[in-house]
């Protein structure tokens, strides 16, 4: 709906002509009648001019790409159709841009006069520093006169919104049998059982004597073990402790979140099944996990919601159990160490202190120390490019 109205210097004009009719007739100076009505006849042809010349546009917008990751900078497009039957005047669009996270702004967009079947298009950039939800809308038309007395104001486009995922930090994930981590998987695979049937090889001091394959070795003269392949790392389950007080302030808070989002998104990476939990029930997993998760994430903030059980639900094989929290007083951590299933590895990552309490820790203080530190327990001094 649209809405014609005076501007504050319209308003102001309008107490210029009373100002201008008082005076006149306190002191008898017929001139300043005639200044008076100029003043109101100005605002009368800017009011009729704005009423008569608002362009009748359809408009369209454009939001690429609707997900962004913080320090990205995105695109709003505008597509304009001039529908009226004679030409518009120029006008401008302007459109609040409204962040969770930073300072509010609009975006004002001259548009030039269009004649009647043209079709326009103008748009503005986004750039984004802090994940968030950034708010786009009502886009408005405002058309006004020369002398800015009045203007014409009408929503042409309702609201959208854009979303701003936090950062994902390059990490690799474990290999069996490399690194503290991936020693402790392999230790955790062997609880599984011995696996298919892998093939021969010498016995070595330490080897198991029921392992030795007897005929093998009497015909080679020499002893033979038989050699099973061991179950490898199919699952990572990503917790993230959103508590309020969990985490010492907000820059801890943040550094969680990007823990977390790295840690899912390369789990994803690397092919395992990937599961995503937090508070107030919210749990993830299947093919859109990382980006549902981005989302989740995105707006998440300190809350006081409960976890759900995320230790009844483990699908079976060997898993990673990655529980992103404060401290490990937490009382997330101590909920993860009561889960008696000796598949299940769990890694802490701390954000308020350095690790303690597990050979199995991270700090996640700032980000180039998670990123260092996890390297370290996977045993890999510099992550992978993402392919």
């Not at 003043?39 to 008569?52: D, E, H, N, P």
């Not at 950034?134 to 014409?152: E, K, T, W």
């Not at 840690?263 to 093919?287: C, E, K």
Request: charged fraction near 20%.
């Amino acid at each position: 709906m649209a809405r014609t109205g005076l501007t504050r210097q319209g308003i102001a004009v309008i107490g210029a002509g009373l100002v201008a009719v008082a005076v006149g007739r306190v002191f008898g100076i017929i001139e300043l009648y005639v200044i008076a009505a100029a003043f109101f006849a100005s605002v009368a042809v800017a009011l009729v001019y704005v009423w008569t010349r608002r362009p009748r546009v359809e408009a369209t917008r454009w939001i690429h790409p609707r997900l962004l990751v913080a320090g990205d900078t995105g695109h709003v497009d505008i597509q304009l159709r001039h529908t009226g039957l004679i030409g518009s005047a120029p006008f401008v669009l302007e459109e609040p841009v409204v962040r969770t996270m930073a300072e509010d702004h609009v975006a004002r967009l001259p548009v030039a006069a269009l004649r009647p079947g043209t079709v326009s298009s103008s748009g503005y950039r986004v750039p984004t520093t802090t994940r968030g939800v950034i708010g786009l809308g009502p886009l408005r038309l405002i058309l006004g006169d020369a002398l800015g007395i009045a203007r014409s104001t009408k929503s042409i486009v309702g609201t959208d919104e854009i979303v701003v995922a936090p950062r994902t930090l390059p990490i690799d994930m474990p290999e069996l049998g490399r690194g503290t981590l991936g020693r402790a998987l392999l230790e955790s695979s062997r609880r599984l059982g011995p696996g298919d049937f892998h093939g021969l090889r010498e016995y070595a001091t330490g080897d198991e004597p029921r392992s030795i394959h007897w005929r093998a070795s009497a015909r080679r003269d020499e002893l033979m073990v038989k050699e099973y392949a061991v179950e490898g790392l199919h699952q990572c389950t990503v917790v993230f402790d959103p508590g309020e007080g969990v985490h010492a302030s907000n820059a801890n808070f943040e550094h969680g979140v990007t823990a977390a989002a790295s840690l899912v998104s390369s789990a994803m990476r690397a092919g395992l099944t990937t599961r995503f939990v937090t508070a107030g029930g919210i749990d993830l997993r299947g093919p859109e996990v990382v980006h549902t998760t981005q989302r989740v994430l995105a707006q998440i903030e300190p809350s006081e919601s409960s976890f759900a059980a995320f230790d009844t639900d483990m699908a079976d094989g060997l898993v990673l159990l990655v529980v992103v929290t404060g401290s490990h007083h937490s009382a997330t951590w101590s909920a993860s160490q009561a889960i008696s299933d000796p598949t299940i590895t769990r890694v802490l990552v701390t954000t308020n202190e350095a690790a303690s309490g597990t050979r199995l820790a991270v700090c996640a203080r700032s980000d180039d120390e998670f990123v260092a530190a996890w390297q370290s327990l996977v045993d890999r001094p510099t992550a992978m490019a993402p392919p």
